[in-house]
C-alpha cells in the first residue's frame, strides 16, 4: 500500500470514529436532558406533597384542639351531674 491508500484507511476510519462518538455524544445530551425533565418532575411532585403534608398537619392540630375542648366540656358536665346528685 502506497501513502495515498494509507491516508485514505486513516481518513475513513477517522470519519467512522468521528460519527461514533457524534452518535455517542447524542445520546449522552438525550439522557442528560431526559434525566433533567424527570427531576423537574420529581420536585414538582415533591412541592405537591410538601403542600399536602402541611394542610394534613394543620388539620391534625384543628382535630387536637377540638378534642381538647371536648375533653373539657365533658369534664366540666360530668361535675355537674356530680354537683346535681347523680353519677357520670
Given at each position: 500500500?502506497?501513502?495515498t491508500a494509507w491516508g485514505a484507511l486513516i481518513?475513513?476510519?477517522?470519519v467512522v470514529i468521528g460519527a461514533v462518538v457524534a452518535h455517542l455524544g447524542k445520546r449522552a445530551?438525550?439522557?442528560t436532558t431526559r434525566m433533567n425533565s424527570e427531576f423537574d418532575q420529581i420536585?414538582?411532585?415533591?412541592?405537591g406533597l410538601r403542600v399536602q403534608l402541611t394542610a394534613r398537619d394543620q388539620?391534625?392540630?384543628?382535630l387536637l384542639e377540638q378534642r381538647l375542648?371536648?375533653?373539657v366540656e365533658l369534664a366540666r358536665l360530668r361535675v355537674k351531674i356530680v354537683e346535681m346528685?347523680?353519677?357520670p
Open positions: 500500500m502506497d501513502a481518513t475513513g476510519a477517522a445530551e438525550n439522557a420536585q414538582e411532585e415533591r412541592d388539620r391534625i392540630a384543628e375542648n371536648d375533653q346528685g347523680g353519677t
